[in-house]
């Protein structure tokens, strides 16, 4: 029934949040059949939302950070300077590897997608590369910082449900990602120097950055930083806030400090670099930032606490499921499945298919994670290569003192259902990125670190 509630959903673009309150209800009546009272499932809801507490006020700190670095000039400046690097050989090297650093710093595939995104996608047209190549790389740049930045609200949601420091289990992603971003990389160089992905029936004279392509093939990011300079000041001091993040990120700060101090440092900027009010500054972090100039709308709008909004109930919402989940057993025929799937094969193909079958199914990257964490916490990872024992330094103050037993299921985590909704077309996560690129949906198919990831993972 709760399957049918979301394909009716998508298929009549009725809002998730609705048919999770539909689930919600769904769920606790199948508990209140079975004899629970109503005490006891609202105390079930209520121990599922107090798992995800953690998570929900980092939530908060994260439509902070995304409004002040839009109002202070920070994501404006990285922009501009990221674009400089676009040229016509290894163009899909250089917008795979550049939406893998603005997603990295920004933690956000979707704002990554609109803004870097948006420019590499417009150059691609401009000099007739493929829209498909163009988009895959943009879809896998923007979620390879989704999975793997400490900042990124879906990095940090896995870190919260399975009670674990997210910088620990950035350096153990680090351990399984190094191959296949280096697979991927190679890939896009030689479809871009063989002249694969080329679609010169795409160009498009009258582009708005076609006046930046030179003969020799190379994009000129002038137009681009015209373009922002309209509104920005792009000074070099901009940058600070980024660079603050990343320093106390590398001293391994608890991640609410890091995304508060990093949103503060960004205060000063937008008062006095970029000469907002304080009435702007506050409407940007309640409702985002809004670009005055109509052609920056779509790269630079949004942010802001609201923008948050929609995922902080769907988190909660979640977290009642889970409640429920847990103490009805309601779960337990489809993990015994996921069980013998482990027993013939491993945790982590076992933790792929349950992945892979619940982000067809739920179509968004929340419910997935949560939903296959749910599945295969008691897979047995003991014997499972790389499994270690999670030690007392591995624990970081944001975090309960219980842990998982096992750092591989939390790897498993990551490099499954962090990633694979986004190779699922008709996700809410894959068509915002594919739709804010102005790409098809057979991107995917060129999504090339999606899904070298978890084959190398099970070679």
């Not at 939530?59 to 109002?71: E, N, P, Q, S, Y």
């Not at 680090?174 to 030689?190: H, M, Q």
């Not at 980024?242 to 900027?269: E, G, H, K, T, Y």
């Amino acid at each position: 029934m709760f399957i049918a509630v979301l394909v009716a959903a998508l298929a009549f673009k009725v809002k998730l949040v609705f048919a999770m309150l539909a689930g919600l209800a769904l769920f606790a009546g199948y508990a209140l059949v079975r004899g629970y009272g109503v005490r006891r499932v609202l105390a079930m809801c209520g121990r599922g939302i107090v798992t995800a507490k953690g998570i929900l006020i980092l939530f908060v700190l994260l439509g902070l950070l995304t409004a002040l670095w839009r109002a202070g000039g920070v994501i404006p400046l990285m922009v501009v300077h990221s674009v400089k690097v676009i040229h016509g050989g290894g163009f899909l090297l250089a917008v795979f590897l550049l939406n893998c650093a603005m997603s990295l710093l920004t933690g956000t595939a979707l704002g990554t997608a609109a803004t870097v995104g948006v420019v590499c996608a417009t150059a691609g047209h401009a000099l007739g590369i493929s829209p498909c190549w163009v988009g895959g790389a943009i879809l896998a740049g923007a979620y390879f910082g989704n999975r793997v930045s400490p900042i990124s609200s879906m990095a940090l949601l896995t870190a919260n449900i399975t009670n674990t420091d997210i910088y620990a289990n950035v350096r153990q992603m680090l351990k399984t990602t190094w191959f296949p971003l280096l697979l991927s990389c190679a890939v896009y160089l030689v479809v871009g120097l063989g002249g694969f992905a080329n679609d010169l029936s795409g160009v498009a004279g009258d582009s708005t950055y076609a006046s930046g392509i030179s003969a020799a093939g190379v994009f000129s990011a002038e137009p681009v930083r015209a373009l922002f300079a309209k509104e920005f000041s792009l000074s070099p001091w901009c940058i600070l806030p980024a660079v603050l993040m990343i320093i106390l990120s590398v001293l391994r700060w608890r991640s609410s400090r890091v995304l508060l101090l990093s949103a503060l440092a960004a205060l000063p900027l937008a008062f006095v670099v970029e000469n907002h009010s304080l009435a702007d500054v506050l409407r940007a972090v309640f409702f985002g930032f809004h670009a005055h100039t109509p052609e920056l709308a779509p790269m630079i709008n949004g942010g802001g606490l609201l923008s948050m909004l929609n995922v902080f109930w769907i988190v909660v919402i979640a977290g009642c499921y889970a409640g429920i989940f847990k103490e009805t057993g309601m779960l337990a025929p489809l993990k015994s499945a996921i069980e013998r799937i482990a027993a013939r094969t491993n945790s982590f193909f076992a933790t792929l298919v349950a992945s892979c079958v619940t982000a067809c199914v739920v179509c968004n990257q929340t419910l997935t994670i949560i939903l296959t964490h749910q599945l295969t916490e008691n897979l047995d990872t003991n014997s499972a290569p790389g499994a270690t024992k999670l030690c007392d330094a591995d624990k970081s103050s944001d975090m309960p003192t219980t842990i998982v037993k096992n750092k591989s299921h939390v790897l498993d985590l990551y490099d499954t259902a962090v990633t694979v909704i986004a190779l699922v077309p008709w996700s809410v996560a894959t068509a915002m990125v594919l739709a804010a690129a102005n790409a098809p949906a057979s991107s995917v198919l060129c999504a090339c670190f999606l899904y070298l990831l978890p084959i190398c993972r099970l070679v």
